[in-house]
């Protein structure tokens, strides 16, 4: 027998029955709730008893146990959950304990109302505590994780030579498909600035932005551009290349692509990299979890706003409507 609580969802005071709410359980979409007889009310509570044979069922609500021996009816009911008998109560308790720590579901609309009402707010207000708690060990978990996999990665990479041994300066630097111009002007932000191990591992994307003061920069590595250009995006970029590439040999191969012009575009630049990237999505993929992509590049464009802004002051970005 389950323990229940719901409300009076209709009441034929001619046959003397109706049905009831459920609230921990749904109730399959055919049925109008449990089935309950006037009979079960009046054992306990005959004012309640003769309210409903007036007809006057709206608001009405109480504490059930339902009896599915043959179908699912109700057998008792208590106005007060202090009145349920102790094992049931406890059973119950049990159970909206369990709920609040099951972070795997959402917490449902009722159960702050129902755990004041089963064990006080300040029991409430614990289990609501030890909620955020296992949230936040799962994500630190998940965090550390994460981090041990890059980290892994990183050390792979550079088991044979020492970090400060990768230097931008000696990276053979091939602009095809660039206008010739921009070969001579592009400033490649150096990596010495970015922390994120992500920020080490060849491949992804480079990105060449060329701003309307004659400024070009040029961003390497980069995993998800769209994200990663709309961390800094100040209004005053001209236009913007893009090349993709898997492999030391696609490196010097891959040309760069004119991703968006501000003077033929309609769309944001990031929408332009969005569609990019679905045209490259399966010529390159490092992970497949796209929340590590999206929040690595977040960080990693903060990185290069503060490096840009250090490096060239506040004019990098000028002032604009």
Same mark, same amino acid.
């Given at each position: ?16 029955? /109706? ?12 049925? #109008? ?34 009896? #599915? ?7 008792? *009911? ?27 579901? #959402? ?12 064990? /006080? ?30 980290? +892994? =990665? ?63 920069? /040029? ?6 551009? +769209?994200? =990663? ?5 100040? /209004? ?14 696609? =490196? ?12 033929? +575009? ?25 929340? *590590?992509? *999206? #929040? ?13 802004? +250090? ?11």
């Amino acid at each position: 027998m389950d323990i229940e609580f719901g409300c009076v969802q209709e009441y034929n005071t001619k046959r003397g029955f /109706g049905f009831v709410s459920r609230t921990f359980k749904s109730i399959n979409r055919h049925k #109008s709730g449990v089935w309950f007889h006037i009979t079960v009310v009046k054992c306990n509570y005959p004012d309640l008893a003769r309210e409903l044979d007036t007809g006057s069922s709206n608001n009405v609500s109480f504490w059930y146990e339902i009896d #599915s021996n043959e179908r699912e009816k109700v057998s008792r *009911i208590w106005l007060d959950v202090k009145d349920i008998p102790d094992k049931q109560r406890n059973d119950l308790v049990a159970h909206i304990e369990h709920r609040w720590r099951n972070i795997d579901n #959402s917490t449902p609309d009722w159960l702050d109302q129902v755990t004041v009402a089963l064990v /006080g707010q300040l029991r409430k207000d614990e289990l609501d505590q030890e909620r955020r708690k296992i949230v936040r060990e799962r994500k630190e978990a998940k965090e550390q994780e994460q981090r041990n996999i890059l980290e +892994s =990665y990183l050390e792979e990479f550079l088991r044979d030579e020492k970090p400060n041994q990768v230097d931008d300066e000696k990276i053979k630097r091939v602009y095809i498909g660039l206008p010739e111009h921009l070969a001579h002007l592009v400033l490649w932000v150096n990596r010495v600035s970015r922390t994120h191990p992500w920020s080490h591992i060849p491949g992804g994307s480079d990105v060449v932005v060329e701003y309307r003061d004659g400024h070009a920069r /040029g961003y390497d590595w980069i995993k998800k551009p +769209s994200v =990663y250009i709309r961390s800094f995006f100040a /209004g005053e970029i001209l236009r913007v290349y893009v090349r993709t590439y898997n492999n030391e040999h696609e =490196y010097f191969n891959a040309p760069f692509e004119e991703v968006w012009n501000s003077e033929t +575009s309609n769309e944001m630049p990031w929408e332009s990299l969005e569609k990019f990237e679905r045209r490259k999505q399966n010529q390159y993929v490092l992970y497949e979890d796209n929340e *590590i992509d *999206i #929040s690595f590049d977040i960080q990693e464009g903060t990185e290069h706003l503060q490096w840009l802004l +250090s490096e060239f002051g506040e004019d990098v970005f000028p002032d604009h409507d």
